[in-house]
């Protein structure tokens, strides 16, 4: 198992370029997760999906949007990039059949907007 | 909604001295706990969890984490630390049958020699 693979590892974009960060699961997970982790912050949800063709916002979901078109999918799209955009990104799954919320986190990916 | 506060933004600890990280959480019923390790440059590794039983938790590296619902704390412990162990930790909380997480703001570890 590959667990949770994100792509790419580092970008860089000028203000008001769009891009999409690629996450994929191979667990069968139901649930996906886009997190952003800034300094002093931790990480605050974006969005998430229960399953294929289910999104919802989580807490800092603007200027950010999300399909979930199959289970292993999950990405995230900038439409419109930002400088406030500059984060660190992770992509989570879990199940609940495992039947205790844990999440498992990809490798991240470090935006940096110019 | 359920929210954790890590009131320790920043420790140094001696190699071999031991640690305690602190975690505290917000959340009307029974909640699923979590600390999560990041090294840097690295993702997330969970440490352990907690979601029902005994309080006191065992984890992997050789932390351990204890449960106490009377201060809605879930506090982190280790021993005898490596260097090996400076780190980014994050306390994180759950609900049943909700798979979202609120994370603290994590506690960066620094060790030395």
């Known amino acids: 198992n590959a667990g949770v693979t994100q792509t790419p590892k580092f970008q860089v974009l000028k203000t008001g370029q769009s891009m999409t960060l690629q996450c994929a699961q191979d667990?069968?997970?139901?649930?996906m997760s886009w997190y952003r982790q800034d300094p002093g912050m931790g990480l605050r949800l974006i969005h998430y999906?229960?399953?294929?063709?289910?999104?919802d916002q989580g807490e800092v979901p603007n200027g950010y949007n999300v399909s979930r078109s199959t289970t292993e999918d999950f990405p995230l799209r900038l439409l419109s990039a930002a400088p406030s955009q500059t984060s660190v990104y992770f992509c989570?799954?879990?199940?609940?059949?495992?039947?205790?919320?844990?999440?498992?986190f990809g490798p991240g990916t470090r935006l940096t907007v110019l | 909604a359920q929210s954790v506060t890590q009131p320790d933004i920043h420790i140094t600890v001696s190699e071999g001295a031991s640690l305690e990280l602190r975690c505290n959480y917000s959340?009307?019923?029974?909640?699923?706990l979590f600390w999560y390790v990041q090294s840097p440059g690295q993702g997330l590794q969970l440490l352990l969890k907690y979601f029902s039983g005994d309080t006191l938790v065992q984890g992997i590296k050789g932390f351990e984490a204890e449960f106490k619902r009377s201060q809605s704390s879930f506090n982190l412990r280790k021993p005898s630390v490596h260097w090996s162990d400076a780190a980014e930790y994050f306390c994180?909380?759950?609900?049943?049958?909700?798979?979202?997480?609120?994370f603290g703001a994590g506690t960066t570890v620094t060790v030395r020699a």
């Open positions: 667990m069968n997970h139901e649930y």
């Open positions: 989570a799954s879990s199940s609940p059949t495992s039947g205790d919320n844990e999440q498992f």
């Open positions: 994180a909380v759950g609900a049943i049958n909700d798979y979202k997480l609120s």
């Open positions: 959340y009307g019923a029974t909640p699923y």
């Open positions: 999906s229960v399953g294929a063709g289910i999104t």
